[in-house]
C-alpha cells in the first residue's frame, strides 16, 4: 500500500486551489512543450531528409557529369575535359568525405561541414543533416540509406581509379584504340552501377521521410489525448472536493446561526477551503472559550478589586467616577452610590487642581499616563490624607473613553518618614557634638599625659643609677604606657575624622604622602634602626592627609611588630588596567593566615606567638581609608615578613608613575 504522503491523489487533494490551478496549466504547458520538441524533432527529421534528398540530386548529377568529361577525355586526350572531370567527381568525393568523418566517435564537425560543402549543399541544411546522421545512421531507414551511400561510393573510387588510369596512358602516349575502346566500356559499367544505387538512395529517404511523419502525427495524436484526459481528471477531482467542502461550509453556517455551536464542519482536505473549514472550527471554539473566559475575567475582575489593598477606579473623559472598589471607598470617605458620578476634583485642594486638571487633560487628548503622583484628598468627614495616584487613558476603536487609576493612602509613611528624617537629623547633630567631645576629650587626656610623661623622664634622667634597677624597670613602664596610651587617643582621632574630612579628592604625589609618614615616625625609626626603601610611587586623586595616615599606619606596624633584626620595609606601586595596586612589605614577625583577616577589626586582639597584638585600630584606619578612595586592601599571610596590598582607582585624575 502506498503511503498517503506519496500518493499523488492525495497530495493533489490536499494541495491548495492555486497549486492545483498551476498543476493543470503545467500539465498543459508540458504538454505543449512536449509537442514543441516533437515538432522541432519532426522539422529536424525533414530537413535533414530533404538536405540528403538534394544532396543525392547534386552527388548523382556530379557522377553523371564525371562520366560524361571522363568519357570526352579518353577521345579528345583534353586537360581541359579532365579538370572538369576533376572537378564535377569532387562533389561525390566531399560527399565521402563529410560521411566518413561523421561515423568518426570524436568526429570534427568543421570537416563534416566542409565536406558537404564541397558536395555543393547550402550550409544553413548542414547541421540537421549532421544531427540525423549522427543518431538515426542505425535506425530503419536511415542505415539502409547509408548501407546505399557507401555501396556508390565504392563505383565512385572505382571512377576515380579508372581516371588515374587513363591520365597516366595518355600521358605516355600508350592509349591504343583498343585500350581506348575498354576504358569507354568500363567506364559504362560503372555508370550503369551507379545509377540503380541513386535512384534506390532517394526511394528509401522518401519512404523513411513519410514514415517518420506519420509516426509523429501519432505521438502528437496520442499526446493530445493524453492531456486531454488529464485535464478532465484533474479537473473533476477538483470540481467535486469543491462541491463538497462548499456544502459542508453552507451546512456549518446555518448550523451555527441557528445556534448550534457544537457542530464541527469535517475537514475533507488541506486546501483554502479546507482551511476554511478549520478557521470556521477553531472560531466556534474560540467564541465559547472568549464566553468563558469573559465570565471568568468579570469574576477575577470583581474578586481583584475587592481583595486589593489599593483603590482600584474608572473614570470618565469628565473625570467622574464610573467604578471603583471598597478600598476606594474607604479612602475617599465615601460610599459606592455616592462616589460613582462624582468629580474627581470635589476631593482635591484648590491649590492644587490647576496642574491635576492640566494633567487630566494631557491624559485623555495624548494618551499619556500619570504614575505615581502625590497629592492631599479631602475625605468625606473633612480630613485630609496624602495619597499617590496613577492614571492611565481607556480607549475603543481608537478614541478614549475614561481613564483607570489606582492609588494608595501614605499618610502613615509621610509620618514615618517625617520621623526618620528627624531622627536622622537627630543623629547627625549627635555625632557632631560626640566629634567635638572626643577632640577636647583627646585634649584634656594628653595634657595628664604629657605631664607623666615628661616627670618620668626628668625622674630617669636625675636619678639615673641611683633607685636601682627595679625603679628604672618601673619608670620604663611608666613611660611605655603613656607612650601607647597616646597612640591610642591619636588612632581614635584618626579614625573619628575618616570619612569627616570635607577636603575635595585632588591630585597628589604619594611619594609625598611617604615622606611626611617618615617624618611622623622619624623617632620610632631611628630608634629601631629601620630602613625605607620606596619606588617611584604615581600621582593620582586622594585626600592627602589621608594618605598621610595609611603610610604611617602600615610602616608604623612594621616598625612597632619586628623581628630580631632591624625593620626593612619596601614600599613599591604597579599599574594593572585603570588601578594602582601599593605593596608595603616588610620583614618581621608576620602574620598567621588563622589571623589575616582578624587585623582589619576594630579593636580586635590577637594572640599566638606574639604576632600583631593590639586593638587593630590602625589597621582599621587603614581599610577605610582605602574604602573612601574606592579600592581595597589586604594582607598575604605568612612568617617571613607582612605583606600589605591595597588598590587606588581614580580614572579621571589617573596620570603615570613619577620618573
Not at 538512395?201 to 523513411?208: A, I
Not at 619586628?562 to 620583614?587: K, L, Y
Not at 586593638?615 to 607582612?642: E, F, Q, S
Amino acid at each position: 500500500m502506498i503511503p498517503d504522503r506519496f500518493d499523488p491523489v492525495f497530495r493533489l487533494r490536499n494541495a491548495s486551489i492555486t497549486t492545483k490551478l498551476v498543476s493543470v496549466v503545467l500539465v498543459f504547458l508540458l504538454a505543449i512543450v512536449g509537442l514543441i520538441l516533437m515538432t522541432i524533432l519532426a522539422l529536424r527529421v525533414t530537413t535533414g531528409v530533404r538536405a540528403y534528398v538534394i544532396g543525392e540530386g547534386l552527388w548523382s548529377k556530379g557522377q553523371k557529369d564525371a562520366v560524361y568529361f571522363l568519357s570526352r577525355y579518353v577521345q579528345t586526350k583534353s586537360e581541359d575535359d579532365y579538370r572538369r572531370f576533376q572537378s564535377a567527381i569532387a562533389i561525390p568525393l566531399g560527399d565521402q568525405k563529410a560521411r566518413q568523418e561523421m561515423e568518426r566517435e570524436a568526429f570534427d564537425f568543421a570537416v563534416a561541414t566542409q565536406g558537404f560543402v564541397q558536395g555543393g549543399l547550402m550550409s544553413e541544411d548542414i547541421p540537421s543533416m549532421i544531427y540525423l546522421f549522427r543518431n538515426f545512421r542505425e535506425i530503419g531507414f536511415f542505415a539502409q540509406a547509408v548501407r546505399i551511400w557507401k555501396a556508390a561510393e565504392e563505383k565512385v573510387e572505382l571512377m576515380v581509379t579508372t581516371s588515374k588510369e587513363v591520365h597516366e596512358a595518355i600521358a605516355a602516349g600508350k592509349l591504343t584504340p583498343k585500350r581506348q575502346a575498354e576504358l569507354l566500356a568500363h567506364i559504362d559499367d560503372i555508370n550503369a552501377a551507379v545509377t540503380p544505387l541513386e535512384s534506390e538512395f532517394s526511394v528509401t529517404l522518401s519512404h523513411g521521410a513519410r514514415t517518420v511523419q506519420s509516426l509523429l502525427f501519432v505521438v502528437i495524436m496520442l499526446a493530445a489525448v493524453l492531456m486531454l484526459l488529464l485535464g478532465i481528471a484533474v479537473s473533476t477531482l477538483i470540481s467535486r472536493d469543491l462541491n463538497l467542502s462548499i456544502a459542508a461550509l453552507r451546512d456549518g453556517a446555518i448550523r451555527v446561526a441557528g445556534g448550534e455551536l457544537t457542530h464541527r464542519i469535517k475537514v475533507r482536505s488541506r486546501d483554502e477551503l479546507g482551511e476554511l473549514a478549520m478557521v470556521f472550527n477553531d472560531m466556534i471554539e474560540r467564541r465559547r472559550d472568549v464566553e468563558v473566559a469573559l465570565t471568568t475575567a468579570t469574576e477575577f475582575r470583581e474578586r481583584v478589586m475587592e481583595s486589593s489593598t489599593n483603590a482600584i477606579y474608572t473614570m470618565d473623559t469628565e473625570g467622574r467616577f464610573t467604578t471603583a472598589n471598597a478600598r476606594t471607598c474607604e479612602i475617599t470617605g465615601y460610599p459606592l452610590k455616592e462616589l460613582i458620578g462624582m468629580p474627581w476634583a470635589n476631593m482635591i485642594p484648590p491649590e492644587h487642581l490647576p496642574a491635576l486638571f492640566t494633567r487630566y487633560a494631557n491624559t485623555i487628548e495624548s494618551r499619556t499616563s500619570i504614575l505615581n503622583y502625590e497629592v492631599p484628598l479631602i475625605q468625606k468627614s473633612g480630613s485630609v490624607v496624602t495619597i499617590t495616584f496613577s492614571i492611565a487613558a481607556l480607549s475603543r476603536d481608537g478614541q478614549v473613553f475614561g481613564v483607570v487609576g489606582t492609588a494608595e493612602d501614605i499618610s502613615e509613611r509621610k509620618r514615618g518618614q517625617a520621623e526618620l528624617q528627624s531622627r536622622a537629623d537627630e543623629l547627625a547633630r549627635s555625632n557632631q557634638e560626640l566629634e567635638q567631645f572626643a577632640y577636647v576629650a583627646s585634649h584634656d587626656l594628653q595634657e595628664p599625659l604629657r605631664t607623666v610623661s615628661g616627670f618620668a623622664q626628668l625622674l630617669s634622667k636625675r636619678y639615673q643609677g641611683q633607685l636601682g634597677p627595679e625603679a628604672d624597670e618601673y619608670v620604663g613602664y611608666v613611660t611605655t604606657g603613656v607612650q601607647r596610651m597616646k597612640s591610642l587617643i591619636e588612632d581614635l582621632l584618626a579614625y573619628s575624622r575618616v570619612g569627616r574630612d570635607p577636603e575635595a579628592l585632588k591630585p597628589i604625589d604619594l611619594n609625598h604622602a611617604v615622606s611626611g609618614a617618615l617624618s611622623n615616625l622619624k623617632g620610632a625609626i631611628d630608634a629601631a634602626a629601620a630602613t625605607v626603601v620606596c619606588e617611584p610611587l604615581p600621582t593620582l586623586g586622594a585626600n592627602e592627609r589621608q594618605m598621610v595616615q595609611l603610610f604611617q599606619n602600615l610602616i608604623g606596624n612594621a616598625v612597632k611588630f619586628r623581628g630580631e633584626t632591624p625593620p626593612v620595609i619596601h614600599i613599591s606601586a604597579e599599574r594593572r588596567h585603570q588601578e594602582w595596586q601599593i605593596t608595603v612589605r616588610d620583614n618581621g614577625i608576620g602574620i598567621s593566615e588563622k589571623h589575616a583577616q582578624q587585623v582589619f577589626v576594630l579593636f580586635q586582639r590577637l594572640n599566638g606567638r606574639d604576632k600583631y597584638q593590639g586593638n587593630g585600630i590602625g589597621l582599621t584606619i587603614c581599610k577605610k581609608i582605602v574604602d573612601l578612595h574606592g579600592g581595597r586592601i589586604w594582607v598575604m599571610p605568612g612568617d617571613g615578613g607582612a605583606v600589605f596590598r591595597f588598590t587606588l582607582r581614580d580614572e579621571s585624575v589617573l596620570v603615570p608613575a613619577a620618573a
